[in-house]
């Protein structure tokens, strides 16, 4: 039986102190000890947001890191970096990263290796455009990115893993997959796991579904047998969040 994790996902929100005001605010409802709650914030937040959650079942992760070790790279941030201050997860391949800042398949491979060589764990992001959706080729462009943000990662690793499906054309638009469309997809990156690797690494990765996810529609997303966990966006940042996480 796989634990649930509910991550959310800040994005470009919160100053370090509306962040600590929220942690705050959030504090007595995302207690549920059945799952895993993390809450992935922007670098600056990582530090005091880490401080706020002591003694809570919250885990902290970033949005985004580099895979280089240290050195020149104005505006980075490594992997060891995150580590020390506390972070447990970070996100890759978030579908606003690879548009907005042309984030690629080569680059996110290598960000996942060096994630989990330094023991944080990848939240991969995976998701189609509406227009691929449209083509009939969502579950060819997913298997896609899976094989290539995942090349020569082992399969005890990948066990350990975190994959959001994220279809784009339902982030930040309050269009949700519905839950038979977010499970097919989510049943699919599972196979995709079992054919690149066994039938045990693909029953241990853990697969999300993101977009547009609320309090209303959580719990029959979770209902569904290759759904869980969610990774949410504009909900996370609300009392909402406390209702997905207690959704039952
Ligand atoms: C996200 O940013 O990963 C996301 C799913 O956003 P939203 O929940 O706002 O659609």
Redesign the pocket.
Known sequence: MRRKIIAG?W?MNKTPSEAVALVNELKDLVKNDEVDVVYCVPAIDIVPVAEAVKGTNVKIGAENMYFEESGAYTGEISAAMLKDAGVEYV?IG???RRDYFKEDDVLLNKKVKKAIEAGITPIL?CGETLEQREMGIAVDFIRLQIKSDLKDVAAADVAKLVI?Y?PIW?????K?ATSEQAEEICKAVRDCVREMYDDDTAEKVRIQY?????AGNAAELFTKPNIDG???????LKADFGKIVNYK
């Open positions: 996902n994005k996100i978030h579908s606003e992001c959001a994220e339902a982030i930040g638009t309050g949700t993101g977009g547009s996810v609320n969610a990774l949410v966006g504009g909900a996370s």
